[in-house]
């Protein structure tokens, strides 16, 4: 069953939520704070209304597009209370690194991106409004830990964005993933928001060392964050949302330890999730998705059959098809042997009549002759005379093309 987006009941309201995050009725976004005790409006157009989260490295505020008809947006201060100068620029280039990662995605379980830009020495990243809320605030508004199969299905949908930012060209690596930044939108879809330390992943270079205590896993602390890290920290928000404690930092975590109703097979899947060492994880979130969900895997095996019998029918096809042509291409060459051999005979058959009309044409010669001259020897001539003819006629022009 879905649980209620805005204030996690797990039984859904008949009709909307009366707690209903409307862009202007939200009490959250009606909450003020010093910027937004005075009517601000942004760029000309972007008008806060109030705010709807604080992170660390920001404040999230409530916005209306004058420009496009008022459409409800988000925008997102970068916080400008830094100690140092230097953890101010860093959190500048994080901010803006936010801003151009989300530029290059585009998948529905992602905020979208809609406007960057800098202001009275501010800067502020404008989103998509996110109809709903964060995982963590409403599990602490409902006090108690998420169904087991509401779980996997938010865990297998973000196994889904964690896959299409894994195979992203380059792969991206969230590196922060945890309920705080999940969010449950009114259609049950999950959104990952705050894309701050994301990056494309570079194994060269010096990684992040930035770091949620919990979600985190080792790696992450010495910056060499791999795929593998966003599967770590997908299995302690599995871990956090069936218990409803927040996960130990650097610890591989059972939850049917905290919550008995949790079953041991999930509990062996968020176990080898958060393994400590990287190898002993599941090595993608493809890999934990079938985890998650054996059926699916079943279903995709009992497939195999099917997809092996077009394999089979298809190699068959082929070879009748190579074996036909073989058959066609013999049949041709004999066709043309046999023609040559007709042509060869027709040829001696040719020389043959040639020879013998030679030969026909000495003994009436002869004849001719033996009548006016009535001499034996001369028969003997003629006949020599032409098998001569005969012989030079059948060597100068065996296709008897002069006659
Ligand atoms: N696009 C959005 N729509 C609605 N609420 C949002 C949106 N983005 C962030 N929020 C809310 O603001 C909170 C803080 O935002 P986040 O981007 O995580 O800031 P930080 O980088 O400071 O952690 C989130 O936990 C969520 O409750
Ligand atoms: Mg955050």
Redesign the pocket.
Known sequence: MTACPSCGDPTPHNGPCPNSLNAELNPLAREQDSWTAKSHILQGRYEIIGR?????????YMARDQRLANRAC?V?KLRDDFFRLEDQKKAEEMFEREAHVLSQLDHANI?HVLDYFEEDNGFFLV????E???L??ILQQRGNPFEESQVVDWACQICDVLEYLHEHDPPVIYRDLKP??I?FDVKGRV?L??F?IARAFDPGSEGTHVVSAGYSPPEQYWGEADTRSDVYSLGATCYYLLTGVQPEALHSVSAKLMNPQVSLALDQVVLKATAQNPLDRYQSARELKAALRPETKTKAKSKGPIEAAILIGLVLVTCLAFFAYMRFEELLRKQSEDEQVKDALNSKLKSFSRAQEAEQKAIDGWRLESKQYGSAGSEKKYQHQAAEETAESALTDPDGLAH
Do not use: F, I, P
Request: hydrophobic share 35%; aromatic share 4%.
């Open positions: 709807l989260g604080q992170g660390g490295m920001g404040t999230v988000v997102k905020v989103m998509e409004y996110v709903g809320r964060d963590a605030s705080s930044n969010m959104k928001v705050d701050g």
